[in-house]
């Protein structure tokens, strides 16, 4: 099992920045890959942006050149720098590991409202 648990989301003016923090414990040696998904109100669930251990990173067209996923100490640290916020980036941000086999985590979610 992999318990997840998000912090750094709140509130961010348009063009600011935030980083969003998930702390991985439990099995993080079974944490093949991690990433942020978020889902804004009355919209599916989307993935933003996706890291390896490798450290392959793949990003939501939405997002890049905007966010930055980065992983440190293995797979036990896993944030998200958001630049150049914009309204629309508004949702609530779930962190999720995809475990070797099948199966997956998720987090409780943190919420991320940009002013305009």
């Known amino acids: 099992q992999v318990q997840l648990v998000e912090s750094g989301g709140g509130l961010g003016q348009a063009g600011g920045s935030l980083r969003l923090s998930c702390a991985a414990s439990?099995?993080?040696?079974?944490?093949?890959?991690m990433a942020w998904y978020r889902q804004a109100p009355g919209k599916q669930r989307e993935l933003v942006a996706s890291i390896t251990r490798s450290d392959s990173t793949n990003y939501a067209d939405s997002v890049k050149g905007r966010f930055t996923i980065s992983r440190e100490n293995a797979m036990k640290l896993v944030y998200l720098q958001m630049n150049s916020l914009k309204p629309e980036d508004t949702a609530v941000y779930y962190c999720?590991?995809?475990?070797?086999?099948?199966?997956?985590?998720w987090g409780q979610g943190t919420q991320v409202t940009v002013s305009s």
């Open positions: 999720y590991a995809k475990p070797y086999g099948t199966g997956s985590y």
């Open positions: 439990g099995s993080i040696f079974s944490i093949s890959a």
